[in-house]
Each structure stands twice: as structure tokens, then as C-alpha cells.
């Protein structure tokens, strides 16, 4: 939230505040069902998720797509992560065009992998010196980041997009890309090479399917490929059939083929005229994340992230899966009595983030009436205090601590102070009565007009 930022800096701009606070994603969603969880990410727009499953918590990858845009606009990329599948930590962009001195534009979709303890992203980018779209690589030390540039130039380069990294079981690595083609290489040992130059996989309809009326392009395949393996099958899901786009799929019995078409995995649903898949186990179950427009002022240049669990059936066949607005349900519980931070939220009414001076992200933008709804909090035999760690350059506010809804049962209020500038921080406690069991937190901002104070985490006492 570039725009934000600076907003942020020109405290006395106050026409400009209330001009950019208009063109914030999440300003100003309207009432949603009690128990939406989709999409999972509502301070701003994402797009093309790739979920990583890491240490027992989800990583997911996404795009950025910019507020207002009217093209695939998109100059960074973002993390988000999980350990119930309902409640989303945002650890921002570790990632952007600038990580790639070669890039010009377009920070589309990409995956991240794990390697022997280090994190490499693959994204298309256009390079600046061809204009052509290319794959880079980028590396990290840990899922969150930050990222370099693993190479200093693209890993591979023909004018197509949408890399999909695979790593088989005897540990050969495979990097998967194209539209409108389907390309692959087998990727070294040290994830940043490759053998055996590049190879086309034969888009055929016994393969990828018929595309009714297809003429250029003959089978359903069109982009996004995201390719794993379960059992011993392996499994292509691919975005198909622009535009708008559904989800399908293709299995074979090696990395390398032969493919052949298995069906339709998401019908053409949610107002976003592509889509783009990622498959993950997690916890015994599985999940299908996607992308569509359903956040106020979406539509398919400004896309949501979301997620749905299914099962496979007995054949290993994946069944039709449908977008909703509820989401999977919670795995597990969070905990309240350890530090969770602001930004781990499971639907934010208002609020935006952005870096914090501590570390890691705060919430921000915090208008009287926000709040943020965080799943499943398991307050056991009840709550004593609640300690928010908070900041502001005005006058702060209140945080009503709310249960099952923003309007809920409060069970206690904490009033924020200034503190003299927005990454200065303090803590604000207050007493708690009435939270028992596992309920659904919500933390309800009120104040005077303009901006109230940043949260940068939180915690109850038993
Ligand atoms: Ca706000
Ligand atoms: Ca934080």
C-alpha cells in the first residue's frame, strides 16, 4: 500500500487522507456472514496463490494486485501463513520487481519451494533487457524471507509465464511453465540450473482435454500448471479454457508424462475471469486454494486469495470443488495466553498493515468502528487481562474486546493513548471478564475521527 504509506508520512494531509482512504480495498466492505473466511486476506488484494507446507504451518506465496487496477498490475509479491487454515499471519512483501535489477514489470504468479533449509521462488518477470516475460529465482534463508536474487539474470527465458516447481521423491526437481505452450526443465541440485535443456510437453486432447471451439489452442490447457504427486500419480491442475478460466486437471504415471485429462476441478465461478490453483495436504487434510473477485471492488484485475478443503476419492479422482464463502473449517485452536501478533487475523473490517519498527507487520489504519475477527480462540476456564501493544500520533482510542461477533458480548476495554508517533509503542492492559471457552475474538476499535492508533500484537492472561 504504497499510496498509504506516504498518506502516512503527510500526517496534515487530511483531504489527501480521506481522498486515499477511498481507494482502500477494505475500507469499507459491507456486513459479512458470521462465519465468512473466504477470501483469507482482506487488507488488500492478492492473486495466484502457491501454498507451502513448512515446519507444520502453511506458507502461502500470492501476488498484489493494486488497488484500482485496470490490467494486471503488479509490482510485488506477498507471504501469508497459517497453522489453522482459518486465522492468516501477514508477514508482507519480502519479495517485489526491485529483488530483480533485470526486471522491468509484472510480478505475476510464482511458487516457492524448500531445499535442503533454504526457500526459492520462482516468478515470471519481464526482463527489462529482452521485454520478453522470463522465470527468476529468488532464494531466502526462511519461508517469510527476505528474498535475493539467486542469479542475477532469469533462470529461463522464452516469453511464457506461470513456473511451477516440483521436487519428486527420488529428489529431482522439475520446473514447470507456459501459455499458451507447457514447458519443463529438470532443475540441479542447487535449484538455480538446469540439465537437459528445455522440453515441450505435447499439449494433446488425450492430454489436456477438448476446448470447445478451440482453434489456436486445441486443448483446454491455458496456464497456471501446479504439479505434485500423491501416491505414486502425478497430478497437473491447471488453469483452462480462457476466458474466463476453470480449473481442470491431468494425471500421469511419471514427472514427464504421459498426461492424460482427468476433468474439471472448479467450475467458472466468482467474478474473476482467471483463476489459478494450488493444492496442499496439511493436518490430514486436503486443500485447493484459488483466486477470485469477491472483495469489495474486486472483479479479474482485482483478485482474492481463497481456500477450500476437499477429499479426494477413492480412485485418487478430485472431486468438483465449488467456491464459498465460508471457507474451510478451523484446524485446531489459537492459543490467546501466548503473543499472537494484530496482523494474524481471520477478516479485518477496515484495517490495513504495513512494516513495523519491531519486526515482522502491524495493523494500521484503524478508523473508529474497524475491528478484526480472529477465529476460534480458546480461552479454556476464562480470560483475567487483555495487553495490546499499541502506538499513535494522535489521540488514540479504545479497543473493545468483543466475543463471537463485532457486536458481541464485550468482556473488556482498553483505552489507547497517543504515544507520540506511530511506531512508537507501549503497552495498554485492562481487565477481562466473561471469556470463557473457545469463541471467536473480536477486537472492535472506537475513537474520535481520523486515524486512532496501530496494534502491533496482543495477549490475554488466564
Ligand atoms: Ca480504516
Ligand atoms: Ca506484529
Known sequence: MQTSHRRRTAVLAVAFAFAAAALSPAAEPSPSPAQADNPIIQTIYTADPAPLVHNGRVYLYTGHDEDGSTWFTMREWRVWSSEDMVNWTDHGSPLNIDTFSWARQDAWAGQAVERNGKFYWYVPVVN???????????????????????????????????????????????????????????????????????????????????????????????????????????????????????IAYSTAPGPTGPWTYRGTVMPTQGSSFTNHPGVIDYKGSSYFFYHNGALPGGGGFTRSVAVERFTYNADGTIPIINMTTAGPPQVGTLNPFTRQEAETIAWANGVETERSSE????????????????????????????????????????????????????????????????????????????????????????????????????????
Open 128 to 246: 527489462d533487457a529482452t521485454g520478453r516475460m522470463a522465470i527468476g529465482v529468488a532464494v531466502a534463508d526462511n519461508p517469510t524471507g527476505p528474498f535475493r536474487d539467486a542469479l542475477g539474470r532469469p533462470l529461463v527465458e522464452n516469453g511464457e509465464i506461470d513456473p511451477s516447481v516440483f521436487i519428486d521423491t527420488d529428489g529431482q526437481a522439475y520446473l514447470y511453465w507456459g501459455n499458451p505452450n507447457l514447458w519443463y526443465v529438470k532443475l540441479n541440485a542447487d535449484m538455480t540450473s538446469y540439465s537437459g535443456g528445455v522440453n515441450r510437453i505435447p499439449l494433446t486432447t488425450q492430454g489436456f482435454g477438448v476446448r470447445p471451439g478451440g482453434t489456436d489452442r486445441p486443448t483446454l490447457y491455458e496456464e497456471g500448471p501446479w504439479v505434485y504427486k500423491r501416491g505414486s500419480l502425478y497430478y497437473m491442475v491447471f488453469a483452462a479454457q480462457c476466458c474466463s478460466e476453470h
Open 359 to 462: 519486526g515482522g507487520m502491524n495493523v494500521g489504519w484503524i478508523e473508529n468502528g474497524d475491528w478484526i475477527k480472529v477465529e476460534g480462540a480458546a480461552f479454556g476456564s476464562g480470560a483475567r487481562t487483555f495487553t495490546a501493544r499499541v502506538a499513535s500520533a494522535t489521540a488514540g482510542g479504545r479497543i473493545e474486546v468483543r466475543l463471537d461477533g463485532p457486536n458481541g458480548p464485550l468482556v473488556g476495554t482498553c483505552t489507547v493513548p497517543g504515544t507520540g508517533g506511530w511506531q512508537v509503542w507501549t503497552n495498554v492492559s485492562c481487565p477481562v471478564s466473561g471469556a470463557t471457552g473457545t469463541r471467536d475474538l473480536h477486537l472492535k476499535f472506537t475513537g474520535g475521527g481520523g486515524y486512532l492508533f496501530n496494534v502491533n500484537s496482543w495477549q490475554f492472561t488466564a
